[in-house]
């Protein structure tokens, strides 16, 4: 391997590979009808296998706290609940002249910071509701009036949308799942209004409105057409260009098992479909070709090729005026409307003059609770309901949760040694193969860079560094009384990716590499702290191996996790040391502004256990 720091990165590029392939062979093998509406009802289920939501709907308690005059058409200021006391903030489109029911359209914003503000966005709105559709446009979590830290210019939609996913997942909850629900309650209120046709409901949005579209679409059989710009692609492609997204654009499992974003359209056939795409997308569009391809077989074996076509147009990402009139023509075709698909003039609205909520803030309406206030809730109850396990029961049901199986012994390559003149310090290197093409780095400290193999010893140090087990080892100096053996897991020290980046590289950012990463493994429903424990346990099998008597664990900061987790998991006789107590996941689901990475938790594992309780029966030996 050339660069440890591409083997992340090339990792996952082989799962979704080997996913792709897999797909390729199913997708191949659909000839018939019956065989598409079977494959339709796989990945409807797979689909959704995520998604928790409310199990009751609460009422909308709908409220209109104002309007305002258009050109041909009124606006009403809307807030509804999507939960109990958690309100949505809206803009409600009307056209004045009308006869009997309009066709309804929900518009989902995408990544703008302002929302439904937007000019772009209100341009959609304005526009489909002079052709004759009733427009109701949301503001997504985080984005126009429902910031949750309003008071933070700094953290943006993107990252608090990611802030919020690493502390729900913990709980066995997730963004994608509360931007979903958020749509499926639009369209509740879409239908309540007199004024719509419910034959003829339409959803779109651009970008991570794209993907809202995309994925409301594929779980809510209400709508009848739907049209997504700049989401569809594969996540494939995704992967392979190393590009990070959302919270809400990872559906937890749905890329497992031959799973692929096309399935969220596939799920929805044969239900009139507009993919819209740009040429110079960063969602690549060879990707969305790849897909469109793939879901016109399903639509031709269900005998409705016509009611699914793509347009892309010529520019770069954004729902250009290219791909707005190709949308206002789609709609026009498939609700009948009379109107071109020309966009006409429009005059819009300032963000002051459509805000729906006490000062521009949802979190200021009266008796309202927070995306916070329900994080921590859930998070209290799924504790409550934790199961009493015996530790050998815990044991078993944890290597379940972390996917880990047997531990064989690994191979491993003697790499060039390092040595760190100011500390003083050699470091004999050695790549310990975890996995097939996984390779993490193991150190072995001394004067000199001396060993061209694993030494047996009567008793050493594993250490299990926080990010980089060399700088901190040399930070520490040289340990006289026993060897010291440093071991990186995945993802840290020399393996740290390379790439991935929008921007300052950080490990601990809400929206930076290992983000990424994690992303990707909870798409595959696998588990990155898993692989992680499991390379620690690797390493306690090898040093065994090779005649290592005694091994004391030590480790630091995050690397406390997989290392507690190791010690409690292996079956080799350690002597595992813990200078303090690891924080526990509880606590970082209920601090509003935690930093542990979404890698070091693992999905719903406070269903199952915690951290404080894991370290209770490591020191008791248990």
Sequence with gaps: ??????????????????????????????????????????????????????????????????????????????????????????????????????????????????????????????????????????????????????????????????????????????????????????LDYLLSRPEVDPARVGVTGNSGGGTLTTLVSGVDDRFTAAAPSCYITRWLRNVENELPVDAEQIPPFAGADGGEMADFLIAQAPRPLLILGQKNDFFDIRGTREVYEEVKKIYALLGKAENVSLFVGPTNHGYSIHNREAAYGFFGKFFKLKADAKEPENKYFTGAELASAPGGRSIDVPGSLTVNDYIRKRTLEVIAKRPKLSPAELRAALKKQLGIGDVPVPTYRQLRGKHDFEAKMGFSRFGVETEDQLICTMYLTDEYCSWNHIPALPKAELYIPHQSAQAELAKRGLVRNHKVFGFDYRGVGESMPDGCDQGIRDFFAYYRFDYHYASLALLRHESMLGRRVFDVLSAIKLLKAWGVEEIMLTSSGIGQIPALLAAFLTDEKITPVFGERVRTWREHALSPRDMLPQSMGDYNILALTDLDEIQDLVEAGK
């Excluded at 992340?8 to 997708?27: C, D, G, L, M, T």
């Excluded at 609460?58 to 041909?72: E, F, K, S």
Aim: glycine fraction near 10%; charge should be positive.
């Design 1 to 186: 391997m050339s660069n440890f720091g591409d083997l992340i990165q090339e990792y996952y590029v082989r799962k979704f590979r080997a996913n792709s392939a897999q797909r390729k062979a199913e997708i191949d093998g659909l000839k018939t009808a019956a065989d598409a509406k079977k494959f339709i009802a796989k990945v409807r289920a797979r689909i959704v296998s995520g998604y928790d939501f409310p199990a009751k709907r609460c009422p909308l308690n709908p409220r209109i706290t104002g309007t305002l005059d258009g050109d041909g058409f009124t606006v009403e200021k809307v807030i509804f609940d999507s939960r109990p006391k958690f309100p949505v903030t809206g803009s409600f489109f009307v056209p004045r002249k009308r006869k009997g029911k309009v066709p309804g359209v929900l518009f989902l914003c995408g990544h703008a910071q302002e929302g439904r503000f937007s000019e772009t966005y209100q341009a959609v709105m304005i526009s489909l509701c002079k052709k004759g559709c009733a427009v109701l446009a949301i503001d997504p979590i985080g984005q126009g009036e429902r910031l949750q830290y309003p008071d933070d210019e700094k953290l943006g939609c993107c990252s608090e949308h990611n802030l919020f996913n690493r502390r729900m997942l913990l709980a066995g909850d997730n963004m994608s799942a509360w931007r979903v629900y958020d749509a499926i309650r639009g």
